[in-house]
């Protein structure tokens, strides 16, 4: 399977919190399916790769800058100062 990912910023229908946060990368299958796939996974157990959709709340969430939203593709999230 040759699967391709694609922009951050385009999101999955029914993702939830994921279509907004910075975290997320869309990975697009040979036969078109779109699945949300979170990157903090890959630095923190805690999250899992391919979350059950819709994602209503999670820990790791940092919302997409403006300029992603617009299609730049950067990587830019905005970081929350948790108080820990």
């Known amino acids: 399977m040759n699967d391709t990912e694609t922009h951050a910023g385009t999101g999955v229908r029914g993702a939830g919190l994921c279509n907004s946060c910075a975290w997320q990368r869309v990975v697009t299958s040979g036969r078109g399916s779109a699945f949300s796939m979170c990157r903090r996974s890959a630095e923190d157990p805690r999250f899992r790769k391919y979350p059950p959709l819709p994602v209503?709340?999670?820990?790791?969430f940092e919302r997409r800058s403006a300029d992603e939203h617009a299609g730049s593709g950067e990587f830019a999230p905005q970081h929350v100062d948790r108080g820990g």
Do not use: E, V
């Open 56 to 60: 209503l709340a999670c820990g790791g």
